[in-house]
């Protein structure tokens, strides 16, 4: 298992290499002078020349280069140009906006989506069937924005019971500790503000969780029926197990492999694409916060977000595949 977890490690270094040569290279993939383009036509040969210095835009590339992943390595992503700040300080509550509202939606996809494809597999060509892959083949190919728009509209304004944007009531803002809401909250011990909280979460949770937890339930299903078709599967059920039993306990193990792949995978998505639902739902996110970004052209700012997003999609791939060996010892093999 240690030389596995070790072979997996290593491999992840050229793969962060590439990442910090490809976001590195934004700037240099403007066209014409980059600081020029960051500062607009109307900007003084004095500012240009300024910022070039400050970004280290007049060196070699090489050593801009090596300057940039040395910053890296010590936790330095560099300073926003619009705000003048520190954007390694700046960013973190934007990512644990985005963790917060991805955990939400994958639990949510995560638990309806492999239920339902469990029910579908074990109910095969029944109504609960075909109305469940009915209900997901729709969630595929409904646009978030409009399902957004419509949970705004029928639960927000005509029915009035779950807030329709932001993170918690701005009228008696909390004091931020983990900049994660919910347990902040809890550390705060104030049970009022966790559940409205957790009402401000409902919306946009399901709106980013729909399209996951229909490709979760397709899968879930498709793998079930295959695995449900094995010979040892048939020798539990000749020992006299239940259905229950034999689907639970030795299926779905078996099954989960495809539909852990695509869980890790769509979590990494929802980590870097959340940007519709976090504008939409005014969620201060990291989609929201490299959009704006682009709109003020803070290219450190673009840079930064796209590493951090870049990193956590490789990680949670990572674990993807250290989750693997758990539940099938032979990959590790």
Known sequence: ??????????????????????????????PGNPAQTILGESATETAIKNLEESMGLNKPYPIQYSIYVTDLLQGDLGTSLRS???ISKEIWPYIAATFELTLFAMIFAVVIGV???????????????????????????????????????????????????????????????????????????????????LKHLILPSI??????????????????????????IRTVRAKGAGQFLVIYKHALKNAMIPVLTVIGLQTGVLLGGAILTETIFSWPGIGR???????????????????????IFVIINLIVDLLYTYIDPRVKY
Do not use: C
Request: glycine letters at 4%.
């Open 84 to 86: 003048k700040a520190p």
């Open 289 to 311: 916060y490299i959009y704006e970004a682009i709109n003020y052209r803070d290219y450190p700012v673009i840079q930064s977000g796209i590493l951090v997003v870049a990193f």
């Open 207 to 232: 709106a980013l969780g729909t399209i996951p937890m229909a490709i979760i339930a397709r899968m879930t299903r498709s793998s079930m029926l295959e695995v449900m078709k094995s010979d040892y």
């Open 1 to 30: 298992m240690a030389a596995y977890i070790s072979r997996r490690l290593l491999m992840l270094i050229p793969v962060l290499i590439g990442m910090t040569l490809i976001t590195f290279s934004i700037v240099h993939l403007i």
């Open 115 to 197: 239920n339902a494809g469990i029910i579908s597999a074990w109910k095969q060509n029944s109504w609960f069937d075909f109305l469940a892959m009915l209900v997901a083949l729709i969630g595929v190919s409904m646009p978030i924005f409009w399902l957004a728009l419509m949970e705004q509209w029928i639960f927000a304004q005509e029915l009035g019971w779950l807030p329709a944007y932001g993170r918690q009531n701005n009228r008696d803002p909390m004091e931020a500790i983990t900049h994660f809401y919910v347990l902040d909250a809890m550390l705060h011990l104030d049970f009022s503000r966790i559940i409205g909280i």
